[in-house]
């Protein structure tokens, strides 16, 4: 006898007819597509915030750079000050002028009876050379160390050997005779060196410039040893 089922359709359980509708498969493709865009604008989302937030960061990082390096502008300034006062003082002291080797080595050379009323030394923008008269006085400007002596001798004998001896001068490279004569005035009319000094009396009178090398001012003498002739040292 067939066995007759009682229950309602709406009752029954679902059996499968083995016949698939072709809708399920399109809702199911919709489905996966719209899960790859929902990842998709996740993931891209995340990248943005993550960029956004290095890029704060950066600008933080700069700008707390900028306050620092705001901060440590003075201190370079200062660093730059100091800098250029240690080069001047260093420039200063190569061009300098050894007074002591300088006043040693003359007292040294000059001859007996000669005595000086003026010495004075420059580094640079001295005068290479005078020429005087009762009317004019020239002079050419300089770029080498000069010496400038202003002095009496008893004859123009002596001034032409001071002239000479004063070539034993350590690092001299030119001795140049300004003015020599027994009506010369030292430090008036025929000296140039200004300033006074009296004259000398019944003695000649000498205005000499002697020309020093570059190379023997302040710390440029390149270790040249000063004759012992001349009292050695440096």
Request: aromatic fraction near 4%; proline fraction near 3%; charge should be neutral.
């Amino acid at each position: 006898m067939r066995p007759v089922n009682l229950l309602p359709q709406s009752a029954r359980p679902y059996v499968a007819s083995g016949k698939a509708g072709g809708g399920s498969y399109v809702v199911i493709g919709v489905l996966a597509a719209l899960v790859l865009m929902v990842a998709g604008y996740v993931l891209t989302s995340n990248k943005i915030t993550s960029h956004k937030n290095q890029i704060s960061q950066a600008q933080q990082e700069t700008q707390a750079a900028q306050a620092k390096s705001a901060g440590l502008e003075k201190f370079a300034q200062f660093g730059q000050v100091a800098a250029a006062r240690v080069s001047s003082v260093a420039t200063l002291a190569v061009n300098r002028i050894d007074y002591e080797r300088l006043l040693r080595e003359t007292a040294r050379v000059l001859p007996d009876g000669v005595w000086l009323t003026s010495l004075d030394a420059e580094a640079t923008g001295g005068t290479s050379g005078s020429s005087s008269s009762s009317s004019s006085t020239s002079t050419t400007a300089s770029t080498t160390p000069t010496v400038h002596l202003i002095g009496c001798a008893p004859s123009q004998r002596s001034v032409a050997t001071t002239l000479v001896r004063l070539r034993a001068i350590h690092g001299q490279d030119e001795v140049n005779l300004n003015d020599s004569g027994k009506a010369l005035s030292i430090g008036g009319q025929g000296g140039s060196a200004g300033g006074g000094g009296g004259d000398c009396g019944t003695n000649f009178g000498f205005d000499i410039l002697v020309n020093l090398d570059n190379q023997v001012t302040g710390f440029g003498d390149q270790g040249q040893k000063v004759p012992s002739s001349l009292g050695g040292g440096s």
